[in-house]
């Protein structure tokens, strides 16, 4: 037998010595490793959002030049359903150089705008964007728009319930 050899435990000794944690951090033992994390920080201000909608004026200064047939803000033409798949077609075949999402925010806001809903009626005549007439307005989509004008928005603040 060879005495010069360590003797094999099971406890194992840490190869640095461990220093003590401070008081205002909390400990994590993980597997003989001991790692201090930081009190989490108090909230942060978080920088605005930028606003999800556009206004009607800037939505048909964006899109009037790519598709002047449909879009013109002294001539509201109501347009045709699923208008917006044939946008970002049309938009990708032609390499335009506007983004999905201001595209559909600049749909959004014309179509959601006061004068293009005051043009909605039964019967009217829906376009596509080459301009062609492509459907009518009907009962059931006029019903749809009516309900969403006259319907006031509810407030968070009236959800909350215990107050009646």
Same mark, same amino acid.
């Given at each position: ?24 951090? %909390? ?8 790692? %201090? ?9 978080? $920088? ?10 800037? %939505?048909?200064? !964006? ?25 970002? !077609? ?17 749909? $959004? ?23 062609? %007439? ?24 009236? !959800? ?5």
């Amino acid at each position: 037998m060879d005495v010069n050899k360590p003797i094999l435990t099971l406890k194992r000794k840490p190869k640095h010595p461990v220093p003590e944690p401070a008081q205002d951090t %909390a400990v994590v033992v993980n597997r003989n490793r001991v790692q %201090a994390k930081p009190e989490p920080k108090p909230t942060e201000l978080k $920088k605005p959002r930028t606003p999800r909608s556009i206004p009607v004026s800037e %939505a048909y200064a !964006l899109l009037t030049p790519f598709w002047p047939a449909l879009f013109d803000s002294e001539n509201v033409r109501l347009m045709k359903i699923h208008i917006l798949k044939d946008l970002i !077609l049309d938009k990708d075949c032609r390499a335009l150089n506007i983004s999905n999402k201001m595209l559909k925010r600049s749909v $959004k806001a014309i179509s959601r705008s006061p004068a293009y809903l005051e043009r909605v009626a039964i019967g009217q005549i829906r376009f596509d964007i080459e301009g062609n %007439a492509s459907g009518e307005v009907t009962e059931h989509e006029y019903q749809y728009i009516r309900a969403r004008r006259f319907t006031p928005k509810k407030h968070p603040t009236d !959800l909350i319930s215990g107050d009646s």
